[in-house]
């Protein structure tokens, strides 16, 4: 069992703060004041380097003390620390299917994971690889070595290609949804183009090894609470662009944070008290908690967010596959655009503006309003309940599916007067042209 860290204990206790305890503030004064340097050394300590196994309350003693990579000899590597570390951190499995696929590549080289994976040859991938790494003591220290020196290496390389990409793609994304911006024709009252700009130069970048951080993802995600995108340096290269893309607008959709108000919060430890009452959390992001709940539609702020990253991959000739598996939650909002004016929407996405300000319940509404007239009032509650009861993509696109992806008659009618009111339209442009 390992213990809460600083960076935990205080989004709790910001998270259980009533109503009448928190303020709002503005992303700006955020930005310019010292509570972004607080939640960002706060949130930094739980992904350096060794800071899993330094809060863990069972641990090898025979495990090197220090963890950090910088410790850790290049050559050779530390073979018996990393078996501990190998060991505590089974459930990285995108991390381990990275360390073993050199042995895939060029089974010769090792022919003891060889070995391992032949005698589970029929079954699922998954379970060989689950299986290579429970029998790792089967493995002699120099093929292990090899195997992590091939990471090691991998692992500098993308570092250095993160570094290259990330500001690439901040202008990949600006230039996007300005591109976008016109294509939906929203003109002046559209996307907040100058506030996503600074949103997107203030974006920090952390990259953490996921089998040496406490990482509750072994991939890639995207923090309020400090204003970062946090990403493993254990990868395979292509996946770099989509996946940063998609953290990036997950950075610079709307925010609207909440503080403490002075000397609300009663904790009984000094140091936690100070961390509360300089940091921040939030009332709303995206169009998370989009009916004022914490936690609520998540799979609409991942939809839209990857609506958007394939749109701009789209625009930009460079669309791939993002990692994150919300491609076909993503599939389902371009459907619900090519029926419905998702404007509104995307203006709701990109506000900073409180849950209760009029204009962003004026957005709302529009929005709501169109949803009603082509899948009925309850489109946004039924697939809600989809996601409360299974938390997975799969049961919200199956209730689309199998409910609203077929023209209900509202919008079949509306559909023959639209195309009556074209066809009028040009015969009457027709006439005025003297065709």
Known sequence: ????SLHYKV???????SSSEVQGVAREEIFKGPRLGTTRRLERDDYQIGSAFRRSVERDEGASADL??????AAPIDVPTWRVVIAQRSKCFNSLVALLAPAFEDLKQFPAVAALLREDSYAPPEVRIRSVIEHLDFVSDRELRRLLSRRNERQEANREGIKTLFPKLK??????????????????????LHD???????????????????????IAFCSCFSHAIFISDDLCETDYAPILRHELLHAVAGLAPIVARAGSPDVGNDQLLSAVNESFLWERYGVAAYDGKPESYTWLNEGVTEFLNQEIGRGAGKIGVSVHGWSRMAEVMQRVARRVDISPLLQVYFSDAPLNDPQLCAHKDQFQKSLARVYGASFLDDLEKAW???HRQDAVCNLYDERFSRRGWPEAIGSVFRSLGDTVRRLVTGREKGE
């Open 388 to 390: 409360i009861a299974e």
């Open 1 to 4: 069992m390992r213990e809460k």
């Open 11 to 17: 989004r709790e206790q910001l998270s259980q703060l």
């Open 171 to 192: 202008q990949e994304v600006i230039e996007g949804l300005a591109a976008l911006n016109l294509r939906l024709k929203m003109g002046s009252s559209g996307l907040p």
């Open 196 to 218: 996503i700009e600074k949103r997107l130069d203030a974006v920090a970048l952390e990259v953490f090894d996921p089998l040496l951080s406490k990482s509750f993802t072994d």
């Open 68 to 73: 950090a990579r910088s410790r850790l000899p």
